[in-house]
């Protein structure tokens, strides 16, 4: 069974909604490879609107040598098949479907089928529903050093979430914590 992934930036305040604002100056070498790591374990990506729209724009359009994100980590962002949940969007681009019907049991049937990791950026109302249905196999939770508090904040619409267990801490020289939680 394949795992769901979600990897998200948090600031110290626990702010998860600008991390364009404040997250990139901790985006090097360090992060590069993790990124890299967990992209290419991967054979799809899940994402919800918010996320899809502000990628779709930003990945086509870039290159490494005007953004310090790797070539590679470029190519594969934008080759790697692509699931949107959206019940505003009706089609996608950027190699992406948007997802008809039930999200849930979308996922859930995505999850058994043979193939690598499936990671979901960002954190938002998906997160809701994947949580209600027990779809995250792992948190990556990326901890900047930084001290935002105003903004969308990490699991604000999630009630009677379930306790999650650490199970892993890397430890980026910048002072990023990357913590890695299982439900």
Known sequence: MRKLIESTHVSLGGEIGSPQEWAFPFLKDEHN??????LFAADALLLGRRTYEGLSVAYPAMTGSDTG???DFVERMNRIPKFVASTTLREATWNASVIQGDVASFVADLKRQPGGDIVKYGNGSLDVTLMEH???DEF???LTPVAVGTGQHMFEDIDGAPALKLVDVTRFSNGVLVLVYTP
């Not at 490879?33 to 967990?38: E, N, P, V």
């Open 69 to 71: 994100v790797p070539n």
């Open 33 to 38: 490879d993790y990124a890299k790591r967990l």
């Open 134 to 136: 027990g779809l995250i």
């Open 140 to 142: 990556h939770l990326l």
